[in-house]
């Protein structure tokens, strides 16, 4: 078990080496598709992450989110780019997402291609 914790220092999960391995390689990848009709694509930036395990945290709460479609999060650019459903999810969904990981979105860009 690892305690992980955030810029602040804050804990914030338990989390097994197997959770953390598959959190890290999740289904969505960085090629994610321009958005369907229906569909939107958003990128949140200035995260705050510093390691892996600030990624793994962000990643398990996108996959936990309803109506995220495919996320891509980009440690190097301290970043995560996500395809959503509007009609499940709103972007401010998606900040308390990040939120209860313990970090903060500073930016937001809504993508249209």
Do not use: H
Request: hydrophobic share 45%; proline share 5%; charged share 20%.
């Amino acid at each position: 078990m690892f305690l992980l914790a955030s810029a602040t220092g804050a804990p914030l999960w338990l989390a097994s080496p197997t959770f953390l391995a598959s959190s890290l390689n999740l289904a969505a990848g960085a090629n994610i598709s321009a958005p369907q009709p229906g569909q939107k694509k958003v990128v949140l930036k200035n995260l705050g992450m510093s390691c892996p395990f600030c990624k793994a945290a962000i990643a398990a709460k996108l996959k936990q989110t309803s109506g995220v479609i495919a996320y891509d999060v980009d440690l190097k650019n301290d970043s995560a780019t996500v395809l959503y459903d509007p009609e499940k999810v709103t972007i401010e969904k998606l900040r308390k997402a990040v939120a209860e990981a313990g970090f903060q979105v500073r930016a937001v860009e809504e993508i249209e291609k």
